[in-house]
T-cell receptor
């Protein structure tokens, strides 16, 4: 079945630094990928929709200059948290629909970001 | 736009009993309704889904029902087991492009 790989699974960084998270579709092409943030005991919050070859679509309230998304190929999307602050500490998850009209949404394993 | 409401936020049932989680949606154009299970610190996993041309779908101990007229759908888990403990999310989609998520239900199975 379709597999979405996300890396790294966890990262600790200092305040003010930037962190890049990669999301890859391993056995299918994904023209669209989704980036979510999840705080403890809360639902998934869609941050942005990543579109291959074009600009990402950001949800209201999400700073596009802070959360840079690049979708340069059909199998790779990256999320860069720039100038990270402790309040950016969260669980970030990417996802993509598999190929085919009835394919479900597949998630990466998520990245636990801790900003100290 | 679409809005999905999920209830209850927490559900505690005795092992072996049934659990029911309910969701309502607002956009009558929605046609795809998946349910995801998320264990602590892990990614959501699809457990069952239903499309609007079907009223009910079952997979072993898990079933989903859809009432298009009332715009609600439910997850039913029978003969609950400890490993069913997790957070369950419902979602709705009309474009197969973006899912609108419910707030989640924490299911606790008491031994």
């Amino acid at each position: 079945g379709a597999v979405v790989s996300q890396h790294p699974s966890w990262v600790i960084c200092k305040s003010g630094t930037s962190v890049k998270i990669e999301c890859r579709s391993l056995d299918f092409q994904a023209t669209t990928m989704f980036w979510y943030r999840q705080f403890p005991k809360q639902s998934l919050m869609l941050m942005a929709t990543s579109n291959e070859g074009s600009k990402a679509t950001y949800e209201q309230g999400v700073e596009k200059d802070k959360f840079l998304i690049n979708h340069a190929s059909l199998t790779l999307s990256t999320l860069t948290v720039t100038s990270a602050h402790p309040e950016d500490s969260s669980f970030y998850i990417c996802s993509a629909f598999g190929q085919g009209d009835n394919s479900p949404l597949h998630f990466g394993n998520g990245t636990r970001l801790t900003v100290t | 736009g679409e809005n999905v409401e999920q209830h209850p936020s927490t559900l505690s049932v005795q092992e072996g009993d049934s659990a029911v989680i309910k969701c309502t949606y607002s956009d009558s154009a929605s046609n795809y309704f998946p349910w995801y299970k998320q264990e602590l610190g892990k990614r959501p996993q699809l457990i069952i889904d239903i499309r609007s041309n079907v009223g009910e779908k079952k997979d072993q101990r898990i079933a989903v029902t859809l009432n298009k007229t009332a715009k609600h759908f439910s997850l039913h888990i029978t003969e609950t087991q400890p490993e069913d403990s997790a957070v369950y999310f419902c979602a709705a989609s009309y474009s197969n492009y973006q899912l609108i998520w419910g707030a989640g239900t924490k299911l606790i199975i008491k031994p």
